[in-house]
């Protein structure tokens, strides 16, 4: 079994080195591309390169992941307020606000990188 799983390793190392050494390299970012449906202020059969594309798909994701957290905060919150002298319920809402404030912080963090790495990634 364990001779079985080493040949297998080598075998598909040797094929991904393959295709990295012995393939053309498709430069995806210098292609114009069509949109099949619009995104933001870009209208449906738009013409756009990768990188545009997937700067407007990073800048959507988070703008929902904030909604979301911010939609999870209110929640839990009323949650919380609405519990009672339930115990149970109330350390279930905090669990949910601590969640929804990673979620946040990760979303935020995350963003952050990118600005700090190339702010172009990240400016629209």
Do not use: C
Not at 31 to 49: D, F, Q, R
Request: positive net charge; aromatic residues 12%.
């Amino acid at each position: 079994m364990l001779y079985t799983k080493k040949i297998l390793y080598r075998i598909s190392t040797y094929l991904m080195l393959a295709t990295i050494l012995f393939t053309e390299h498709v430069h995806a970012a210098d292609k114009e591309y069509k949109l099949l449906e619009g995104i933001g202020t870009l209208s449906k059969g738009a013409s756009v390169t990768f990188k545009e594309y997937v700067a407007r798909v990073f800048d959507y994701t988070v703008a929902v992941a904030a909604l979301l957290a911010m939609l999870m905060l209110v929640i839990s919150g009323v949650q919380y307020a609405s519990a009672g002298v339930s115990e149970t319920a109330k350390s279930d809402a905090k669990k949910r606000m601590w969640a929804a404030f990673y979620g946040l912080a990760l979303a935020i963090v995350g963003y952050l990188i990118l600005e700090t790495i190339n702010p172009a990634l990240v400016n629209f």
